[in-house]
């Protein structure tokens, strides 16, 4: 049956034909786009008349991690403060309602970052609240834990224990080479397992169809979001539980993984593991085919990879750490290249935004000179601080550049300061000059727990991007006027928005052929708006619901009523 949709306000992101007023879908199809008065006979269409409501494409969320949203289900909230006795208190009342018997592991989530600025938190702190258990803290930033004496000993974690990656992914310690129970970018996954068996006890963390439907894709389904990218996939189980879900007919998302590496060592392993997934459990919905790479670490840490050293208490010739140099990066890229599997890059500092684009260009020159096609897709995610001088690399070298638009006020605060200095934490989130010298720019949630998904909602993210003021964690209006991030001209504009969560989002997962806009001969996948975002004031963006959502001609979240003709 055909469906018409009229006296519409239809934003189709194809800029052959950027607007129209009519829509028509056969079965899963679009078979028209445009003015209602150059619309073919459809005689017993079903003809929606959607009263001059606006339509745009479905949104792609191009980087976020729905098996650590639905893994974090258990994980208990911490009250926000920055007291870190009021911290403290809540812990061990918690404790003391809930015993070890019945919760054997804490896990809490987040302190903020800037709780022990000056200094560090400590296992004997923590040991104060609990100490018959194993206790983690995870703070804001996601990338530093704070566990206690009872978890690092459960780990088997001592000072001879090597860091993983030293400077990186590695334990803190005190001048005896004590772990001092701070941790940094998850290095306590490596050995958890051992705490788990220990006490013959694992969380429960177990995916199924159902758990990720109702702790996240029914939510994404409701705030439009048709596409997505998964930035890190861990557990097999993820698209095992996706593929059953496409067999119920219940998978309503294209679906995009990625497999973590950290060297060029084991880069094979990784490639040939997903290679393994697509082939079982690939199919039109769902791809595996990329990687996963953290390059450096994060500003509010002060483990980002920087061109002039850190400030406050680092070394003087301290510019933080890196995974790896350019030459080992090259490599990579040249091995994804010809294995024609993408490459998706956790980096924050504008050291590692050049070592990446160094690494691309000479990837990129050795292979040309080899007679060998460019045959991977390079994205940056973050690239939260990025030197002048390279902001037109990622146009020349194809490179996609990925934002987090709900980080662009002060989601994060003012942590990256005291490391990175004033004058760079001002230029910090500006992507401007990258989309001006033409880069493909894609938007995000990057939300990794259920404390944070509903700042899933891209209006949500369009909204903090526009005007660069976070209305849940705002700064100090008396130092920031308005509480808007500096600079004011970094603010990104709604064309821009919409394209990221659009049709550059569905180029980053390779498949703009289906989706991303609205054209004729692509897969009916659309939102229907209850405004239109260029008619509310910049602050009423995040109001802005989707009234309707379809995808492949069915309508999955919202109403759409029809009358015959």
Known sequence: MLTVLTNARIRTLDPQRPEADTLVIDGDTIAFVGPAAERPEHPGAAVVDLGGRTVIPGFIDSHTHPEMVTKSAWHVRLPWTHDVDELLDFIRAYAAEHPKEEAPFLYFEYYPSTLFAGSAPTKELLDTAVSDRPVLCQDFSEHEHWVNSKMLELMEVTRETPDPVPG???????????????????????????????????????????????????????????????????????????????????????????????????????????????AEYGSDRIRVNALKLFLDGTNESGNSAVLESLCGSHRADDRGEIQMETAELQACFELCSRERIDVHIHLVGDR???????????????????????????????????????????????????????????????????????????????????????????????????????????LFGMQVAHTRVDPEYPLAPERFPGSARPQPGARLPLELLLEGYTINGARQLRIDDRAGSLEAGKRATLNVLSADPADVEPSALAGIRCDAVLFEGRVISGSLDARSQ
């Open 168 to 278: 990186l992914e590695m334990f803190v310690r005190d001048d005896a080479g004590e772990p001092t129970g701070l941790l940094r970018e998850m290095v306590h996954a490596r050995f958890i397992d051992t705490m788990y068996a220990t006490l013959g006890w694992v969380p429960p963390e177990e995916i199924t169809p159902e758990r990720l439907q109702d702790g996240f894709l029914d939510f994404m389904a409701e705030r439009g979001v048709t596409a997505l990218f998964d930035a890190m996939l861990v557990d097999d189980d993820v698209v095992r539980s996706l593929a059953e879900l496409e067999a119920r007919g219940e998978l309503h998302l294209q679906y995009s993984g990625a497999v973590r590496f950290r060297t060029l060592a084991d880069l094979p392993e990784a490639i040939a593991r997903a290679q393994r997934l697509d």
């Open 352 to 458: 590692a935004f050049r070592t990446a684009c160094d690494a691309a260009e000479a990837a990129q020159r050795t292979l040309a000179a080899a007679g060998e096609e460019w045959g991977t897709r390079i994205t940056l995610a973050h690239c939260e601080l990025v030197d002048p001088a390279d902001m037109h690399r990622p146009a020349e070298l194809g490179i996609f550049v990925n934002w987090t638009p709900h980080w662009s006020g002060a989601y994060f605060g003012e942590g990256a300061i005291e490391h990175l200095g004033e004058e760079r934490w001002n230029r910090m989130y500006d992507f401007t000059a990258i989309a001006r010298h033409g880069a493909t720019v894609t938007l995000a949630s990057d939300v990794v727990t259920a404390y944070e998904l509903h700042r899933g909602d891209p």
